[in-house]
């Protein structure tokens, strides 16, 4: 229990703990990390790390920004095994393959001493608090915990501050197939369409058929329970575009320079999407919204 309390303790914090004081002198590395300006081609990515997908269009933005203002944040490295000069990332490889596009020769980082077991919860904690983690590299890293480390799912809601429910509904996504995961790993799929498919022979025809008609978890909800009823032909069918809306669908994302979709309902209603890939296009479309331009 006290070995426990103390591991919640620590990584109860987030990354915040790792931020520390510049080392003592004669110290080798202190336990809260030693600020350091390293050459870019002594740091390497760690096997540990959940994150598996980087979008490309996100990279080359960050890599403007820190052309532009260079890198704000430090990495959190370890020394690498092999050799004492070369470090793994802890946190920071997004951070770290936009500073190799922007052409930087040096980062700056924060050289720890770390256990792969501190190193993968670490990891996980700076991922989960991003919004953009896809669900399957989220499973990944806590099964990774679970298997790995004997972690129970009450640990790890201590740990990574999530609710238990949560937890077991993101493990269970691991269990769909390959093609499904995939899906949910280019966030094609959402998690909550992917619960509906767990467990079933034919999940690879229903997020198909979720990406070809777009349909919402309530539909496909739907159609599962009428497949499981033995009424399998039945289908939600969307309502045909015409050519005005594909023309406003078209003339609407000219005008943001994003992905828009109209998707009609009953009668004269309907649903507007429109996709952003990062949090500085979301506040695009707030301002324009707002009448800011």
Same mark, same amino acid.
């Given at each position: 229990?006290?070995?426990?309390?103390?591991?919640?303790?620590?990584?109860?914090?987030?990354?915040?703990?790792?931020?520390?004081?510049?080392?003592?002198?004669?110290?080798?590395?202190?336990?809260?990390?030693?600020?350091?300006?390293?050459?870019?081609?002594?740091?390497?990515?760690?096997?540990?790390?959940?994150?598996?997908?980087?979008?490309?269009?996100?990279?080359?933005?960050?890599?403007?920004?820190?052309?532009?203002?260079?890198?704000?944040?430090?990495?959190?490295?370890?020394?690498?095994?092999?050799?004492? @000069?070369?470090?793994?990332? #802890?946190? &920071?490889?997004? +951070?770290?393959?936009? %500073?190799?596009?922007?052409? $930087?020769?040096? !980062? /700056?980082?924060?050289?720890?001493?770390?256990?792969?077991?501190?190193?993968?919860?670490?990891?996980?904690?700076?991922?989960?608090?991003?919004?953009?983690?896809?669900?399957?590299?989220?499973?990944?890293?806590?099964?990774?915990?679970?298997?790995?480390?004997?972690?129970?799912? @009450?640990?790890?809601?201590? #740990?990574? &501050?999530?609710? +238990?429910?949560?937890? %077991?509904?993101?493990?269970? $996504?691991?269990? !769909? /197939?390959?093609?499904?995961?995939?899906?949910?790993?280019?966030?094609?799929?959402?998690?909550?369409?992917?619960?509906?498919?767990?467990?079933?022979?034919?999940?690879?025809?229903?997020?198909?058929?979720?990406?070809?008609?777009?349909?919402?978890?309530?539909?496909?909800?739907?159609?599962?329970?009428?497949?499981?009823? &033995?009424?399998?032909?039945?289908?939600?069918?969307?309502?045909?575009?015409?050519?005005?809306?594909?023309?406003?669908?078209?003339?609407?994302?000219?005008?943001?320079?994003?992905?828009?979709?109209?998707?009609?309902?009953?009668?004269?209603?309907?649903?507007?999407?429109?996709?952003?890939?990062?949090?500085?296009?979301?506040?695009?479309?707030?301002?324009?919204?707002?009448?800011?331009?």
């Amino acid at each position: 229990m006290a070995a426990a309390a103390q591991k919640n303790n620590r990584l109860g914090r987030g990354l915040a703990s790792l931020i520390g004081e510049p080392a003592n002198a004669g110290e080798r590395i202190p336990v809260e990390g030693e600020q350091r300006i390293v050459a870019l081609d002594r740091v390497r990515q760690s096997e540990l790390n959940p994150r598996r997908s980087f979008g490309e269009a996100e990279l080359e933005e960050l890599a403007a920004s820190i052309r532009e203002k260079g890198l704000v944040q430090p990495l959190i490295v370890r020394p690498a095994g092999d050799d004492p @000069e070369n470090y793994e990332i #802890v946190a &920071g490889e997004r +951070r770290w393959r936009g %500073a190799q596009k922007a052409g $930087l020769h040096t !980062l /700056p980082v924060i050289v720890r001493e770390l256990s792969d077991q501190e190193v993968l919860e670490l990891a996980i904690i700076e991922n989960v608090q991003r919004s953009d983690l896809n669900a399957i590299d989220e499973a990944r890293g806590y099964s990774e915990l679970v298997s790995r480390f004997g972690y129970t799912q @009450e640990d790890l809601s201590q #740990v990574i &501050g999530k609710s +238990r429910s949560h937890l %077991a509904n993101t493990l269970r $996504l691991l269990k !769909l /197939p390959e093609g499904v995961q995939k899906l949910l790993e280019d966030m094609t799929l959402t998690a909550g369409h992917a619960r509906a498919l767990i467990g079933r022979d034919d999940a690879d025809e229903l997020a198909a058929l979720i990406v070809e008609r777009g349909l919402s978890v309530r539909e496909i909800e739907a159609l599962v329970q009428a497949r499981d009823k &033995g009424e399998g032909t039945t289908r939600p069918k969307p309502r045909e575009k015409d050519a005005d809306t594909r023309a406003f669908e078209q003339e609407l994302a000219e005008a943001l320079g994003l992905k828009v979709e109209i998707k009609p309902g009953a009668g004269e209603t309907g649903m507007l999407k429109v996709k952003y890939g990062n949090f500085d296009q979301l506040d695009y479309v707030r301002r324009r919204l707002l009448g800011g331009g």
